[in-house]
């Protein structure tokens, strides 16, 4: 079968290749190339490699052959999506490239190219697979020990008992990829960043599953809250100034006109405030499991 893409005018450019086993990039420049940002899913014959059960909803890794050669990505059919009570039925999907969109829109680069297509089971979101490298990602989010809470670099977000009832916590690292990740999510309102949702390579950090942002009330829900209240920097004022200036075009035939602007008043509160936002007590702000 032939996968179509239906996001020409959104989608990432550059020649599809091949991941890079240890390709070095500088995590502290984003504009600096990764497959995962520049390789678009081609239009080709798709065949499904294996579906990912972890996952909530369908969802299927899959390998895009063409003439060019090949392409792994994640496959996620909207007729796959789970009902939610929360949010409009059949719109996960949506939701997924334009939390791709924002991301590439404001050069945040911490969402995978992601673009509508058919796929097998019919339209869904299809990302540009990352080989996620879990020597990288221990070293971003981790599960510790209470008493082994490391005193600098590391940022304690919640506190709990593991199975022999020893209390653990868990973790996440003063990093400036996971806070550039921290500042995305409060734009697009993410309402599920958990440790398994942070991907790394090649020095460069991902997120992933994004099918639950863009709500129109505050549902902010992260592991990253080591960063809560203070102030954003002005290169971080100027992605989302960047985002807020350009997402009603570029969002129109992703979200609703209720959803856009709900992003475009979390933008201008973020620039009016000036600080990273703290949790809230009316939703719970930590995802369960956290991993």
Same mark, same amino acid.
């Given at each position: 079968?032939?996968?179509?893409?239906?996001?020409?005018?959104?989608?990432?450019?550059? /020649?599809? &290749?091949?991941?890079?086993?240890?390709?070095? @990039?500088?995590?502290?420049? %984003?504009?600096? *190339?990764? +497959?995962?940002? $520049?390789?678009?899913?081609?239009?080709?014959?798709?065949?499904?490699?294996?579906?990912?059960?972890?996952?909530?909803?369908?969802?299927?890794?899959?390998?895009?052959?063409?003439? /060019?050669? &090949?392409?792994?990505?994640?496959?996620?059919? @909207?007729?796959?999506?789970? %009902?939610?009570? *929360?949010? +409009?039925?059949? $719109?996960?999907?949506?939701?997924?490239?334009?939390?791709?969109?924002?991301?590439?829109?404001?050069?945040?680069?911490?969402?995978?190219?992601?673009?509508?297509?058919?796929?097998?089971?019919?339209?869904?979101?299809?990302?540009?697979?990352?080989?996620?490298?879990?020597?990288?990602?221990?070293?971003?989010?981790?599960?510790?020990?209470?008493?082994?809470?490391?005193?600098?670099?590391?940022?304690?977000?919640?506190?709990?008992?593991?199975?022999?009832?020893?209390?653990?916590?868990?973790?996440?690292?003063?990093?400036?990829?996971?806070?550039?990740?921290?500042?995305?999510?409060?734009?697009?309102?993410?309402?599920?960043?958990?440790?398994?949702?942070?991907?790394?390579?090649?020095?460069?950090?991902?997120?992933?599953?994004?099918?639950?942002?863009?709500?129109?009330?505050?549902?902010?829900?992260?592991?990253?809250?080591?960063?809560?209240?203070?102030?954003?920097?002005?290169?971080?004022?100027?992605?989302?100034?960047?985002?807020?200036?350009?997402?009603?075009?570029?969002?129109?035939?992703?979200?609703?006109?209720?959803?856009?602007?709900?992003?475009?008043?979390?933008?201008?509160?973020?620039?009016?405030?000036?600080?990273?936002?703290?949790?809230?007590?009316?939703?719970?702000?930590?995802?369960?499991?956290?991993?």
């Amino acid at each position: 079968m032939a996968i179509g893409d239906h996001s020409s005018d959104h989608g990432g450019s550059g /020649d599809p &290749e091949p991941f890079p086993s240890d390709q070095e @990039i500088d995590h502290q420049h %984003p504009g600096q *190339d990764h +497959p995962a940002l $520049t390789t678009q899913p081609p239009d080709g014959e798709v065949e499904i490699v294996g579906r990912l059960r972890q996952a909530s909803n369908q969802t299927f890794l899959v390998k895009i052959t063409n003439a /060019d050669g &090949e392409v792994n990505a994640v496959y996620k059919p @909207i007729e796959g999506e789970r %009902p939610l009570w *929360d949010f +409009p039925e059949g $719109t996960l999907g949506f939701r997924e490239v334009a939390a791709y969109q924002v991301s590439r829109l404001g050069g945040f680069d911490v969402v995978p190219v992601t673009v509508l297509a058919d796929g097998p089971f019919g339209l869904g979101s299809l990302q540009t697979w990352v080989d996620s490298r879990p020597a990288e990602v221990d070293q971003l989010v981790d599960l510790v020990p209470v008493d082994k809470v490391p005193d600098t670099g590391w940022f304690p977000v919640v506190e709990g008992y593991a199975a022999d009832d020893s209390p653990i916590a868990v973790i996440h690292a003063d990093d400036p990829r996971l806070r550039r990740m921290a500042v995305f999510d409060a734009l697009v309102n993410n309402a599920d960043r958990k440790g398994g949702h942070i991907l790394a390579n090649a020095g460069r950090v991902f997120g992933v599953d994004h099918g639950i942002c863009f709500h129109t009330e505050n549902k902010l829900r992260t592991l990253l809250w080591g960063w809560a209240g203070e102030p954003l920097t002005t290169d971080e004022l100027r992605r989302i100034r960047t985002v807020s200036d350009g997402a009603i075009d570029l969002l129109a035939d992703l979200l609703s006109e209720e959803e856009i602007e709900a992003l475009m008043l979390r933008a201008e509160g973020l620039i009016t405030s000036g600080r990273l936002p703290y949790p809230h007590g009316d939703w719970h702000t930590i995802p369960w499991p956290p991993f």
